[in-house]
């Protein structure tokens, strides 16, 4: 068990270093004990409540926030396909100035991400009518558009990225506000936004 906890300590640590090997032991661990929690719900039959979404619910959501990889804003479809587990995709865009040798670079960063929650609303009986707590994992695509002469660094114009994400949603009816938390092996950051449910 401190074994475990020493590697979770030591994942996050390199993630803001942003240390790629490291971050792909994070992100094993999580999806680890997310299909272990999901397992036991499933196989138990204890929930007895479900996510904010419902199965076959759907969810839209504009969010804005801050990353290390400069201010995105994003709109996502998310929808549910199980009582505690959705599905989703997100596009987003970025603006980021970066400094290389004396030099600054502008860039604008296009992105798409597919991702999956696992809420846990039955797991910790939550009401659902009125929050949502949720992990999940990412897979992203950016497409950096950057000035002339940054090639030249060595550096690409696009980006495969494997991230988590950890976020808590409070519902007013159909409309949410949410925060969440995300890293992946492109950047880190937190973002805040409002989400409206329909069926």
């Known amino acids: 068990m401190h074994v475990k906890l020493s590697i979770i300590y030591i994942c996050f640590s390199s993630v803001a270093s942003f240390n ?36 076959n619910g759907n969810q839209f959501s504009l969010s804005s926030g801050y990353t290390t990889a400069g201010i995105p804003v994003a709109v996502s479809y998310e929808m549910g396909i199980h009582p505690d587990i959705s599905f989703g995709i997100e ?29 846990f609303n039955s797991l910790l009986k939550m009401d659902e009518k009125k929050m949502g707590l949720y992990a ?41 506000a949410f925060v969440e938390g995300v890293g992946n092996t492109d950047h880190a950051g937190a973002k805040a936004g409002l989400s409206f449910l329909f069926k």
């Open 91 to 119: 596009g987003s865009y970025r603006m980021y100035s970066e400094v290389l040798d004396d030099s600054t670079y502008d860039h604008n960063i296009a992105g798409v991400s597919f991702f999956g929650n696992y809420y």
């Open 136 to 176: 999940g994992l990412n897979l992203s695509y950016f497409k950096w558009f950057s000035p002339e002469g940054y090639l030249d660094q060595g550096k690409s114009s696009s980006t495969l990225a494997i991230g988590a994400q950890l976020g808590y949603r409070f519902y007013f009816g159909k409309f949410g």
């Open 20 to 55: 790629p090997f490291f971050c792909i032991i994070l992100i094993h661990l999580i999806l680890r004990y997310l299909i272990i929690c999901i397992s036991f719900i499933l196989i138990t039959g204890i929930s007895k409540g479900q996510s904010p979404l419902e199965e």
